[in-house]
Each structure stands twice: as C-alpha cells, then as structure tokens.
C-alpha cells in the first residue's frame, strides 16, 4: 500500500475528521475554503499536514516535529524530570537536561496528547480583521482572537478530533500483548504505558495482579466445596472465611505497595500530569518581582488568602455533603423499595412466564434508571467546583457506584438474609456469575465490533450508492484513516464527559469482587469462576483496546483511584455480611439465641474488623527503595544547586534588609 | 545579685556540671588540670565560659555569639527555610538568605541546643601526641581524636551537661501562662514552643484543644445523669453514646487538621528536625562529582540498592512482627492472669483489712511489673533498627500502653462485663478518676518538688558541716545554676533513654480518655470529672516545667505520634464495650436473647464504626491553606531558580553524551 511506504518515516498521532461538503466540485480547491485555511494554518504551526479522502469523510492527518512539540511543551509548563532527580518545568533549549523515555523520545504519548491539543485548539485569529471562510457556498466570519478548530467544530465542518492508532507498535503489543497466551498473567507494562499512558497501564498492571493473586482463594474455594472434612465440617466455613478476608486484606495493601513501586517506576511517563494540581491553586500572580517583593506581598496576603481558602474549602465540603446526602437518600428512597419489591414479586409469583416477563421489564427499567441516575450525578458534580480532573472522576464513580451496588446486590441480600434461602441464593450467585463471565465478555467485546462493521459496511454501501450514477470503476479500498474513526471510542456508558471505558472495566471487576467476597460462604466456589473469567478478561480487554477501539485518549492518573476506596469498602461489607450468613447458617432453627455459636462469630466478626484497618499500619504502603530513592533525588539535587541559588536570594535579602533599615 | 547583672548581656544555655575535687587546693588553677584545658578547648570554639562554684559542685556556664552556632549549624547541614519558602542546607556566609525567627534570633532552641552538642562534643585532641589531663592527683591521657568531654564523663569529673533556663524568658512565660488563670484553655502555645521547642507546644495545643472541646460531653454528661427524660429514658443512653463517638471521632479528625496548621506556623522553629529522616537514608555518597557521573552510578547501583532496601525492609518488619507477637503474648499469658486475679480475689474476699492488704501487695507488684515490662520493651526496641529517633519513641509508646492497658481496664472489664456488677463499676471508675485527679496531680508536683528540696537542703547541710571546720563565716547563698542543677530532669518514669516526660503526662491522658470514653455508657459524669481535672492538668504542667524542673532536652517532632493511633484504637474500642454495656444494660435477666433490642444496639455498633473509619475520608487532614502554602512555596522556587540551574544540568549532560557516543 503506498499509504504504508509514506508513514515510514513519520507517525501520524491526531486525525482531524471532516465532513465532506462539496465532493461534486472535485479537487480545485481555492485558498478561501475553510478546511485549506485550517491546513495552512496548521502548517504555519510547524506540523506536518496530510489530506486523505475516505470514502465518506475526509481527514486531515498531523504530525509534529520534536521541536514544536517542545516548544508547546514549554508554554504549557511540563513539570518533567532532569537528569539529576528534580523536576522542573520544561524548557526547550535546555532540552537535554530531561530525562528522555526508553525509547529515546522526550515525551511520552500523554504529553505529546496535550501538546497536540495545545497547538491545534491554539490557533486564533491573530490578525486585526476578520477573515472570512468559505464552505461550499455560504462564508462565516473567523472573528479575531477565536479559535478556528472550536469554530469549524461549531460549524460541524470538523466532525472530530480524534487520536490515531500506530500500526507499528498496535502490532508488537497486539503479539506481545493480546495474543501471548502463554503467560496467564504477566504483560508488558512498560510498553502499555507508553503506548496507551500510566492510567490504562495501572489498569492492567491491577488486573494482572488480582488475577494471580486470586489462584490462592480459587484453590481453597475449590478444596473447601470438593473436599469432605469430616467432623471438622462445622469449622470449614469460618476457616475459609478468615482466609479470605485475610486474603483481601493482604491483597489491597500489597497492591498499594505495588502502586507505588509501580508510579515510581512509570513516572517518567507522566510527570506532567502531576502538574494539574499545582496550576488549580492560584498561584499565578505576578511572578516577574523579586523574591523579596514576593515575600512581602506573600505576608500581607497571607491572612486574606488563608480565610478565602477555608471559606472555599468548606463550601466545598458543604456542596460535597449535600450531594452525597441527596444520591443516599434518592438511592435509599426509590431504588431500594424498587429493588425490593422486584425481588419480593420474583419470590411469590409462581409462573415461569410471569417471572420472564417481569424481569424483562426490570431489565429495561434500571436501563433507564442507570442513564437517570448518571445524568443526575454529572448534574451534582458540576456544582461540586472539583479542583482536578481525576477529583471529578472519583467523585462520579463513587456517586454512581452506589446506583450499581443496590441494583447488583439488594436481591440478593434479600434471598439471603430475608428469606434465608440459601438455594435461591446460590442459583442466583450461580447465575449472575456465569451472566458476567460468558454474556458481558461476549458483549463487551462483540458490541464494539458490530457497531465498528455496521458502520463500515453503511459507508462503503453509501458509497457504492453515491458512485453508481457518477463511474462505474471498482470501488476504492477504506482508507485506514476512516476505518480507525469508525470504530467506537473508548467511553464510559454513563458520564462520558469525565470517564472513559475504564470505568466499565472498573465496575465489572468491582462487582464481580462485591459477590464473590460478601457471599463467600454461601458459594466457596465463585473464586475458582472469578479466576477463570479474569484470566480471559486480560486478553479480552487487551483485544479490545488494541482492535476494536480507537486509541484511547490518554490520562495522566497512576492510581486506580476511587476503586480502591470501593474495593475496601467492599471487604468491610463482606466481613460484616459473612458474619450474618455465618449465623443463619449454624442457627437454622431462627431462635436468634446468643448462644456461645453466635458469640464466637460476632468475635470473629470483631477481630476481621481490627485485622482490616490494623493491617495497613503494619505494612508501609511504600516500600522503603521508593521512598529513599525519592528523598535522595531531592537531597541530591538540594545539595548541588544550593550554594549559587543561596547566594542570590541572599543578595536580593539585603537590599531587602537595608530598604527595611532605611524605613 | 551580681550574676544578674552579668547575665545582662549574655544568655548561658547550657551548663556543665563538675565534681569538686581538689577543693582544698583552693584558686590556684594550673594549666594542666583538666577542667581548665577544658574551659581553655571551650574558649577555643569561641564559646563564653564563666566558671561559677557552687556549694557542692563546680560549674561551667556556656554561651555561643551567633557566628559559633551558625558555622556548627552549616556543618550539621540544618535544613532551613529561606525566604522564596524553599528549604535549604544552612551556610554561614549566605545567613541572610534563611528566614528568622519572630524573636530576631536566627535559630531556634533545638537548633542551639543541638549545635551546642556538636560543638562540645567535638572537641578532640587535634595534636598528635598524647595530653595529660591532671585531675586531683592522678593524671589521665586525652589520646588523640578522643572527645574530651566524653573523656571526662567516663572519668566522672564532669557529672552532666544539662541546659539552664533562661530566666527572663521563664519568668514572662509563668507570667503569661502558668500563672494566667483567666483564660481556661488558650495558651501562648508560639511562646511555649520558642522556649521549649516544638513537641512540648504541640502537646500544650493538643492539651488546650482536648479541655476545650471536653466542655460538650461534660455538658451532655450532666445532663444525661440529672436531668429524667421519663418515657425517653431508654433511648437516653444510646443517644449519649453516639454523641460521645461521634464528639470522640471528630476531635480527632479535627486535632490532625489543626495539628497540620500548627506544624506550619511552627515549622520556622525546627525543620531541622525533618532533616534526621534524610540523614538516616544512605545518600551520603561522594558527591563531589558531576551530576553526569552521579547519574551513572545511579543507574548502575539502582538494582543493587532496591534489593538491599527490600531485604532492610523485610528483616525490620520481621524483628518488629517478632517483638510485638512476643510483647502481646507475654501480656495475655502471664499479665492478664494475673490482672484477673486480683480482681477474682478482691471480687471474693470479704474483710476489709484483707482487701486492704491485697491491694497494697498489687500495688507493689504492678510496679515491679511495669518496671520489668518497660525495660523488655526497651531491649527488644534495640533490635528493631529503627531509623529515627521519634520511630523508636513511638514504639516504646505502642509497647508499653499494651502493659498499661491491661493494668487499668481489665479489673474494669471484669466488674462490667463478667460480674454485671454496676455498682462496683461506678464505685470503681469514680475511684479511679478520683485519684487519678487529686492524687496524680499532687503527686506530679509535690515529688519533683520534694525531691529538689531535700536535694537543695542536703547539699546546703554538707556545705555547712565541711565550713564548720575550717571557716565560721555566714554560709554562702547557693548560686541559681547550683538550684537548676538540682532540680529534677523532664525524664520519663519508665524508657528515659529514649522518652521524656512527655511520656508519662501523654500516659495520663490517655487512661483518662480510654476510662471515660470506654464506660461512658455506665458513669456519664465521667466526662466533667475530666473537664475539670483537665483544667487544672494545664497549669499544673505549666507550672511544673517551668518552676519545678530542669528546662527539657528539646525535640523536632510536631505532631503528638504513636499516642494518636492509641486514642484512635480506645475510640474503636469504646463503641465496641459501651455496645456490649447497652446490651447487659437492658438484658438484666441475662438471657442473650437476639431481640430486636439487641439487633439495634448491633446495628449502631456497625453504624458506628462505619462512622469512625468514614468520617477520616469526608474531612481531609490537612486544611486547603495549607496544602496550597506548601505548593506554592514549591513552585515558586522552581519558577525561579529552574532557568539558571536547568542550563547547568543541561551543559553537564551535553558532555556526557558526547561521551557516550564516542563509547
């Protein structure tokens, strides 16, 4: 293919789609027209352009050399790390004082992102009078100091800006990757990070671990369901409880040293994305003074500042109490009882048809109550004045998780302690698992690649159409270009402004954790299926990402956030739920007695508690070669730079010192 | 006085305490005699020496101009702030770069102090023979390189090197707070922590703070016990009790955020302290080379380093599993047998005189126990390697508060929960609190008074039995540094290696939270009975640390450490035995039916905990002013200093890839 033998040399990384207006006047295009003047001006940027005609769209390709995005770079202020620890913002004539990535590049695929999006948004007008862009027949005025992307885009000439896949590293991650099936857990990290950013390479790195971490209670699930104890049946359960409590517990905390080592390690990624959180606090102000001048304003400011800071502080946390207080209370209001009598009219009807038909209305029902639900929680949010991107995801996620946690497991709850039926519950356990592993895998990945054909096969067919009257040549092959924007982009189904695929991801993993660890007892089984679904969950996901999604637009965030915080929250839940199975099982004959039985569990309740938040006290959550390495980055930088920089402030400290006097 | 007049100018600050020898020979000093080489070596470092003869000690009173303290201060590169906020090794010759103290002076007493150590203790033999000290008649060799104060101390000719108090400043301190009865709870905390550093001011806040917002439950308290509710007086004590967890949950929440403001303000008084974490990391490699070089063998030593830091880590966490495994062991099976015990037998017996004697024979014996119990701990601290100072002082705390646990609750526990005595419960809590209030309180001022006075009249009674020989004039008055000689030393009652009395007063406190938070439920009034006792409590200790003590050893840490993790665990556990309290509270017939009664007291218990693990999340530590002065400061300095620096990294890496590339 020639369009191979031409991105040899250059990777084209954003694609600007385009509608086509004026096939029909071919190719003479004049210097007017809107989509030549965005090239143009795109040239004049720096970047390498490239048109290509798709079949029913066009696209503008770009490119940039190392020395623009440098340079965008160093007006957006990267904070990247030097070669002798310390950070600093980014400058391009001192380009060789960073540290370069592994692959000789200067900035990884997140920074590069930014700079693109800082370039290509950053073209204004700069001119006195307003220039006029011509498409297909009627003119708009491009007013001075607007941005001509935002402009086109409100015009619908730009369809999307979206990021393109690079086929030759899509296809060493698609071999090392997606299709190494011989290593059930491991993959290369390094190399999803630096492809897809820290945020999706946390992911899997989280995934991997959870995965093989899970064998153990798979194999205990396994032993404690096949196995026959004898006399000691009695005792089986509680030991396998505390087993896997203590698993979890082990888990989490392993997995935030894990995260930590990890972050340090993938930090040469993203340095930038730490950036965000200075810039939020205003510290803008006029930096040109001296130091001393700053100091003085710094002190008369200081009182002021402090009391806007709490005020707003607090405002904050008012907001953030009041919306939490109202999803509570609306979940506690109306999707409990909901849940409850869906669970309630499922135990007393007896028809199976009735039962199908009630649970197909269910199913459309809390559809619609999800989207509602996720509406109203972006709703909430925008109120809510997070300082941070990543702020504004957690909050979201924690808002809508707990929609998915009723819906997931008030049913069950009420099979299981309500009724106390512990066949129900299992089949229902048995069922929701087998839906999670075959249907949602199956949907996951087909829905993508459905929708991906479906469009392709719309395109080329409107084509066809298009061209029977016009030529009757073979029809033309899909360009690359337009295959990568027909396929789906990688978004969250509620919330898309805020989150992106990983928040699925997320919560089928969350949710899939929440019932295999609360019901633990009823169903020592479920880890071995957990197991079995993760390890095929790996290269699906990988499939998925690498395949049948665009690229993602890449996050700077190296933690797996809000899920943690849920993950844990879970366990205490489990422990808590365990405890009662634990009961009503030993206490068949429901007389609710305090008998030494029940005592023990309630202890055993008790002593889980203390294990849980005990733990995390007792092993650091960073280990120790993290937490000296970063100290000795700093002490080592101090000690280089201190002698001159001292003597400068002290410089400036005594003119201060005498102007002081003078006074 | 004459000594007034001279102190005019000059503030002594530390003194060394020598024993009177060859008092016969009268004046005549010769060069030899190692006290004088002594006070010449001092001379020497440009310390002021005054010589002053007590009764029944010799003395030598040091001062230090600033230029000594600051050379000592560079050579022990203190961390100190400058005044762009960034935090840098301190140099003499760049002094007016670093920001002063509110009083003027350029460091802070645990600065002085800890210069002064480095200074006294570093005068060795620089010559390279051998000097004879003389003392008396024998004489001793000074080899060389050998400290000469730790020479002398081995030799017992000096006694001690203790610091005097400052006495301008200790009378305006009893002025303004000890003897300030207007104002229940505010102190002059900046003041405090000038004069006595930064853990003792942290401990007065904490103190303040604590009194101040134990008014609410006092109150709360009061009222539960005396004013009837009638048909609500039920549902009284389940209300009490979720406010006292809840009051409990949120001082704490609120003492760390207060604690992370006060840190701030207090930071200028002591950053050195933070620089001890850095020291202990090995990062005192050569660093006289390029950043280039540094960079390699950086990159090259990583792996090796990383895999040291983790077998360090792993034998630390090791040790430390092993020797609290052992210290909770060895409480359960030998002290809480014998705890039981004594409490069966006092429970069993019936004559008066045979309790009296038991309790008299317990005792003796807890006394013996904690003795034993805190020299184990000492010696099992010892092993555990711990980097810091304040590591080891914490794990004292944890070590020793499992002792002291045991000792004060267990009776209690069994009076309460076993025996469902509640009368001898109450008898027993006011009993405690009682003497905990008026007999810990006399006890904590009277001895350290009473011992200074027997110590003062002994020596004052020797000096006059000597005179009687050989002169019959009036007896001289004892000199004031002979009166701070005598005074007792802030040291704890158990671990003085390695704590002060801050531990015994934080212990003290402690007891008294656990044993009105942990029955609440039982004995209301508890929380006035500790108001009050909490009032007096400050001025006491103010009063005892300024007139009846020598002045502290300062130390850096700013927070209130391992003591915080045990109030959060007494919170965890009050909800767990008020729960248990409520429950025989309204089970009197002792049935352990699971009513709903019972249910509900669970399901608080559970509602409750949520509370105390979830509350930690809703209110961040540390206030946003705070957070965004420490960025600012950062960033600041980056913007500034990044330039200039950035081209000398920079320069140096353009070598080093020239270098490599003709590798």
Redesign the interface.
């Known amino acids: 293919m020639s369009e191979n033998d031409k991105e040899e040399g250059v990777v084209f990384e954003i694609a600007v789609a385009l509608s086509k207006w004026g096939e029909s006047k071919g190719d003479q295009s004049d210097e007017d027209d809107c989509v030549q003047v965005l090239v143009n001006e795109f040239r004049k940027k720096g970047l390498i352009v490239e048109r290509v005609v798709g079949l029913q769209n066009e696209f503008v390709r770009l490119a940039a050399p190392p020395e623009i995005l440098g340079k965008a770079a160093a007006e957006l202020k990267f904070r990247k790390r ?4 310390m ?3 980014f ?1 391009w004539d ?4 960073f540290v370069r990535l592994p692959d000789g590049s200067l900035f990884s695929w997140c920074e590069r992102f930014r700079c693109y999006n800082h370039i290509i948004y950053g073209i204004v007008n700069t001119g006195k009078s307003i220039v006029v862009l011509k498409s297909d027949c009627t003119g708009v005025d491009w007013r001075p100091g607007e941005s001509l992307l935002r402009k086109l885009e409100a015009m619908r000439i730009v369809k999307e800006v979206f990021p393109l896949h690079d086929e030759r590293k899509r296809k060493q991650l698609l071999k090392s990757w997606a299709m190494n099936w011989l290593d059930f857990t491991s993959q290369p990290i390094d190399d999803i990070c630096s492809y897809y950013g820290i945020k999706i390479a946390t992911y899997f790195a989280f995934l991997g671990m959870y995965t093989k971490w899970m064998f153990f209670p798979a194999a205990l699930g396994l032993t404690v369901q096949f196995v026959d104890f004898g006399s000691f049946q009695l005792l089986v359960l509680p030991f396998f409880f505390i087993c896997q409590i203590s698993w979890a517990v082990a888990f989490f905390q392993f997995w935030k040293r894990k995260n930590a080592a990890l972050s340090a390690r993938l930090q040469i990624y993203d340095l930038a994305g730490h950036e965000s ?2 810039k939020s ?1 205003r ?1 803008e102000q006029s ?1 040109s003074a001296s ?2 001048e ?2 003085k304003k ?1 002190i008369s400011d ?1 009182m002021k ?2 009391a806007s ?2 005020r ?2 607090w405002f904050r ?1 008012l907001m953030r ?1 009041r919306n939490d207080a109202f999803i509570i209370l609306s979940i506690i209001c109306l999707q409990l009882p909901f849940e409850l009598a869906y669970a309630h009219l499922y135990e007393v009807i007896g028809s199976d048809l009735l039962k199908f038909c009630l649970t197909a209305v269910y199913l459309l029902a809390i559809q619609y109550f999800t989207r509602l639900g996720g509406k109203i929680a972006m709703k909430l949010i925008k109120y809510e004045n997070n300082e941070n991107v990543e702020y504004r995801a957690n909050s979201l996620v924690y808002k809508v998780f707990g929609l998915y946690f009723m819906q997931s497991y008030i049913g069950i709850f009420y099979h299981a302690l309500l009724h106390r039926n512990f066949r129900t519950l299992r089949q229902v356990l048995i069922q929701r698992l087998l839906i999670s592993e075959v249907l949602e895998n199956l949907l996951e990945n087909s829905i993508p690649y459905l929708s991906y054909s479906f469009k392709k096969f719309r395109t080329v067919r409107n084509k066809l159409k298009c061209e029977k009257g016009s030529s009757t040549g073979k029809p033309r092959p899909i360009p690359r270009i337009e295959k990568d924007y027909l396929k789906p982009a990688y978004a969250a189904s509620i919330g898309q402004e805020i989150e992106d695929g990983l928040f699925d991801d997320f919560l089928e993993l969350v949710l899939q954790f929440g019932m295999i660890m609360m019901f633990a007892c009823a169903f020592p089984l479920a880890f071995a299926f957990a197991a079995v679904n993760n390890i095929t969950e790996i290269r699906a996901d990988a499939l998925k990402l690498l395949a049948m999604m665009r690229r993602p637009i890449p996050r700077a965030d190296a933690t797996i956030g809000a899920w943690l ?1 849920i993950f844990q929250f879970l366990i ?1 839940m489990s422990i ?1 739920t365990n405890s009662a199975l634990l009961v009503w099982l030993y206490d068949r004959e429901g007389k ?4 030494p039985g ?1 005592a023990a569990i ?1 202890v055993m309740e ?1 002593v889980l ?2 294990i849980k ?1 005990g733990f995390s ?4 959550e960073e ?3 993290v ?3 970063r ?2 980055n ?3 930088a ?13 410089g ?3 003119c ?2 005498g102007k002081k006097k003078d006074e």
């Not at 030097?82 to 620890?85: E, F, K, V």
């Not at 001192?94 to 004082?97: F, H, N, P, T, V």
């Not at 609710?592 to 008998?595: A, E, K, T």
């Not at 002698?643 to 002290?650: D, E, G, N, T, Y």
């Open positions: 030097t070669h002798i620890g950070d600093f913002p400058e001192e380009a060789s004082a959180e200075y606090l510290t930096l130091p001393t700053l100091m710094q200081r500042e402090k800071f709490q707003e502080e946390w109490l915080n205490v808590c609710w007695h305090l008998s029940l309630l008790h508690l203390f938040f006290r007792i092993v650091p280990p120790a070669w937490r000296a390495a100290m000795k700093v002490t080592q101090e000690k280089m730079c201190s002698k001159q920089f001292l003597r400068s402030i002290s400036d400290e005594k201060y010192g």
